[in-house]
């Protein structure tokens, strides 16, 4: 589950990483209002105005101002509610930003500018352990940075049973070249923020920049926080900062109906049981001429009306010109399966895009003749390779 970054912080700070002091608002008039509160707390006379969505890259949009007075302030949280912000890591329309943080200027406390780091933490599937990586050269262009200047960019793995260690938390604040008070304050920082991915069971935190003040204190000035899903029973505070808002409404409604469903930009629906089969059932697909529209796993308890919820989902999808059901019936019934796509292609009515079933496993044989029996443009098909050349020729 993605956050939002005042979200990610309040995480953070709750495990003693420091933060910005930052105020969230819905408009321009609290924007103003938690300017504010945050000049009476802070004696900050400038402020960041940040918009909030689940995409990074916003200061490359013009998600992210400095505001100089408090007009400023408004001026630009007009500029920014409402607007759809495109980054480069959202689609061409962008993302809609509904509110903004507002928070403390932490760039020129003093005479001297900041300087800024890199951090994040993540699972490194090769090794099986949580890793930290790092560099000296932080900001907006990181992803250039690993292309060109990959030596510039630090790891440090950590075994699960120890945790991080004080040896490795100092190489980190010794490979960013600080020291002194900054360098006691990084391995603090270092030990907080893990303590934080630990402790919240995150997939992944995403600290860029990370902030040397000029009193060579360390900040978390941004945040970008993935939760892994399966935790969230274990997290109830967490799981209420879901803002569904944010996600695709296909995905959201899948979700209602515990539908295994990921948005894709093809043009053939596919329908499946068990994700392995849905990964080689999207390579058939593509390999076939066609591009996959989703990922959609029905799972193996799969009777008519999820499957009928299933085809609900896909067709609300434009751009697909197909749909492939892929089912092996190990756990699941096909009979039960077929009986769910013709009560579906019923109830759903004008089904204009052509299905294409594939049947395997229990009952496949009765499942096949519940579908030619009924009387739908339903094409079936036993062999996988027979189901493609149905794709192949439908796409063309």
Known sequence: ?????????????????SVPFGIVANNAEEAVEAAKKIQEETGSDKWAVKAQIHAGGRGKGGGVKIAKSLDEVKIYAEQIIG??????????????????????????PGPDP??????????NRDEGRNMVMYSPRGGMNIEQVAKETPDEIYHEIIDPKVGMTGFQARRIAFNLGLSGTAFKEMTKFAFAIYNAYTGADASLFEINPVIKAADGKIYAADAKVVIDNNSLYRHKDIAEMRDITEENPMEVEAGKYDLNFVKL????????NGAGLAMATMDIIKMSGGDPANFLDVGG??????????????????????????IFGGIVRCDRVAQGIVDAYTNIGDIKVP??????GTNAEEGKKLIDKSGLKVYSAIELSEAADLVNSIVK
């Open 114 to 123: 900041v300087e800024e780091y890199y951090l994040s933490i993540l699972l």
């Open 355 to 360: 299905i294409i079933v594939r049947l395997q």
């Open 265 to 272: 930009d093809g043009n053939v629906g596919c329908m499946v």
């Open 301 to 326: 308890t799969a009777d008519a009306k999820r499957v009928e919820q299933a085809f609900r989902i896909i067709l609300q999808d434009p751009n697909v010109k197909a749909i492939l059901v892929n």
């Open 83 to 108: 607007m759809h912000l495109v980054t480069p890591q959202t689609k061409k329309e962008g993302k809609l930003v509904r509110k903004v943080l507002i928070e403390q200027n932490i760039y020129y």
């Open 1 to 17: 589950m993605n956050l939002h970054e005042y979200q990610g912080k309040s995480i953070l700070k709750k495990y003693g990483v």
